[in-house]
């Protein structure tokens, strides 16, 4: 026999239902976000002083020379710290003319890069400060600067 | 031809030879001689780097066209008489000057290299000169 009443409660307990897990729900979620902002607070002073990150540096040639990208000084010093880990990148804009990036006493060496070609290398600085030549293998003569390492102070 | 050298040095030879080849070229109406601020000398080198920059000659050409989709009528279009890659062929066949290094719609580039040993030395420098012509107008590279 049809139990309108008993229908209806049914109907009432599982909205009940439905209203106690989604607040549970809630609880929860606000619970996993404490938990994520804590560690992210906990943690972000540990990134911020890990020495992994990598530096950037582009070098442009052009006019039969190599530039720090936005800069106007050819064949410019480049200053890394010791064991300082280091992505060059090398960007040919000088039409007509290959060129490359090598660094003798390091074994490095990259391609030869037609005109608007790039390439990118990683390297970690020696750990010892010093002095290196690095030039362009075919115009070493008029493509040629240094790399100086200074201590990690 | 126009020629205006007021910001050239004067340094570079076959700069110079295309100058004069440029001069017997006669759809070329103006020349302007720069030096490129790259140019810089060191113990074993000297970079001479040096700008030409042109204007050709213009004609007339009268165009038909439809004013409106629908009314005939002739128009008068102004164009230069040589483009740069017409240049380029005719500096091919100056034999003093040749083939550019590079090429192309917008500028041609001369690369001459020379060791110079002066009276008394062994080892000398290497002379290095780059020469670029643009059509006036263009930006330099």
Not at chain 1, 58 to 85: C, H, K, W
Not at chain 2, 48 to 76: C, H, W, Y
């Amino acid at each position: 026999m049809f139990d309108g009443r008993a229908e209806g409660r049914d109907m009432v307990e599982h909205e009940r239902a439905g209203l106690g897990h989604g607040a549970g729900g809630a609880v929860a979620a606000v619970l996993v976000a404490a938990i994520g902002l804590l560690c992210v607070v906990l943690l972000l002073p540990l990134t911020a002083s890990t020495s992994t990150a990598v530096r950037e540096i582009a070098l442009v040639t052009r006019d039969m020379a190599f530039y720090l990208e936005g800069e106007s000084e050819p064949n410019p010093t480049i200053q890394l710290r010791a064991g300082e880990e280091v992505r060059f990148t090398v960007l040919n804009r000088d039409p007509g003319l290959t060129h490359n990036l090598a660094v003798e006493a390091w074994g490095l060496e990259t391609r030869y890069l037609e005109n608007e070609a790039s390439t990118t290398v990683l390297v970690r600085a020696p750990a010892r400060p010093g002095r290196q030549v690095y030039v362009c293998v075919p115009h070493d003569k008029m493509m040629r600067g240094i790399i100086e390492v200074v201590d990690d102070d | 031809m126009e020629l205006d050298t007021t910001n050239w040095s004067g340094e570079g030879t076959f700069t110079q030879t295309l100058i004069d080849a440029l001069d017997a070229v006669e759809q070329v109406s103006l020349l302007r001689v720069e030096d490129a601020s790259s140019s810089r000398s060191d113990v074993e080198f000297n970079f001479i780097s040096n700008e030409l920059f042109l204007r050709f000659g213009t004609r007339d050409r009268q165009v038909r066209a439809k004013m409106l989709g629908i009314v005939p009528v002739t128009r008068t279009v102004t164009e230069p008489v040589m483009t740069v890659n017409d240049l380029e062929r005719a500096l091919c066949e100056i034999d003093e000057v040749g083939p550019p290094d590079y090429a192309d719609a917008e500028m041609l580039q001369y690369l001459r290299t020379e060791r110079i040993v002066p009276p008394y030395q062994t080892r000398g420098y290497k002379l290095v000169e780059l020469v670029r012509i643009y059509e006036a107008g263009s930006e330099s590279r």
